[in-house]
């Protein structure tokens, strides 16, 4: 094995434990700094496929603020338990269920997935023109529709979320 | 072998980055207490050594032997980890700033990006410390701080993009090389909404006045740092100059040209050309440095929802307008 399978199999070992600790900790701040900690290493594995871009913006937006609201919403509802009631556990067979279809419907997916799409985005033409440049030219040009869809659906949750806070007040 | 000759030379790098910028942190304490001193007419500190020069060491020595006191409510591992997880980020942003043409430690293809991630990867720390500590005020401090840097960081990131638009690239020492083209040789009178929203954007993300409200004293005691003591309160301490050096860093690459001077100062005075690069990076950067030491001396604190209001309603409405404007420019008059 070379080194490059040995930093994978770290990367791949410790993020699988660290999800399972994120849902098993008690406390919910320490979930959250694992989920950090997590987000470290699904950066580093992007820096494996030369995806410097999508480290910086995996951190940058995930850990960095997306991360820091739900520390914020935590830290305001002054959680240092989590709570255990019935409503919240009564119904796990349910739970248990609804997780084994959506991993079973993942593998079957996974499985059949393929290389399709072919460009011209070689590996070289990629390193001359780093990884940044090469995803922002395809975005802007070849997938601008499904980018600007994604972009108003993002859009439409932001007023979505305020028209809700607003109802609240009055 | 070649490995092992990067290696050795890039721990070098890192030393010699490392205690210079502790070195900075000392003496930049001494100048903000002087500066701050002579602008309301005192004399700073003038006790320890020639002129008090002596007197960061003697505040550090201070706070080593200070009691280190652990409050019974905190969250021991989460107290304890807290100062590292400021100091830590902003430390390693320090890796990829370049300071003259030659000298960068980690010359990475997306710079400017690892410093935002850095920067935004601190707040952590004391959200935490506010939170670890188990009292009011430093609770109140970590929610302030949490709230104050998420709306801060957003006009800061979009008036960054006007940058990166402008440069065609994210790399430090490329937009510094585009801005060379330009007459005065950098982007702050072209750029100049995204700038200044820059610069108050840069004052609340490094807690520093006007915008200290997580650790307003006459409100909360010390913020998020009221329960800590001794050397841990040195780390907070020293990464928030340490950050304030970064902020001033990116707003001398990104809006001053860098380690560049003007090109018609050069064509009148030629022999400026042989100084080196690092003498002018670090003229610009203290320079900034002073300007938040004039800053602290001459305007008052902001009230919490006055400090929210600039953010959304005036700093990221104008870094959002300066976006389309450089976006519009670059297309269809450059």
Known sequence: MTTVEYFFIYFAVSMVFLSLLIITVKNPVHSILLMLVLFFHIAGLYLFLNAEFLAAVQVI???????VLFLFVIMMLNLKEELVSHRFIGEWPVGVAIGLSISLFCIFAISHFQIKYEGNMTIEIIKTLTNTKALGKILYTEFLLPFEIASIILLIAIV???VLAKKEQS | MEFLYTLIINIIKVAVVFGVTLLHVAYATYFERKVIGRMQCRLGPTEVGPMGLLQPFADMFKSLFKEDIIPTKADKAVFFIAPVIVLAPTMTSLSVIPFSEKFIIADINVGMLFILACASLSVYGIILAGWS??????FFGGIRSAAQVISYEIAMGISLASVFLMAGSVRLDEIVKAQYEYPLSMY?????IGFVVFLIAAFAETNRTPFDLPEAETELVAGYLTEYSGFRYALFFLSEYVAMFIMSSIMTLCFFGGWTIPRFITDILPFLLYVPGIFWFLLK???FIFFYYWVRATVPRYRFDQLMKIGWKVLIPLSLFNLLLVAFVKRFVL
């Open chain 1, 61 to 67: 937006l995930y850990a960095g603020a997306i991360l």
């Open chain 2, 133 to 138: 500590s188990g009292s009011k005020y430093a």
């Open chain 2, 188 to 192: 702050a009178p072209h750029l100049i």
């Open chain 2, 285 to 287: 950067v203290y320079f």
């Open chain 1, 160 to 162: 979505g979320a305020i």
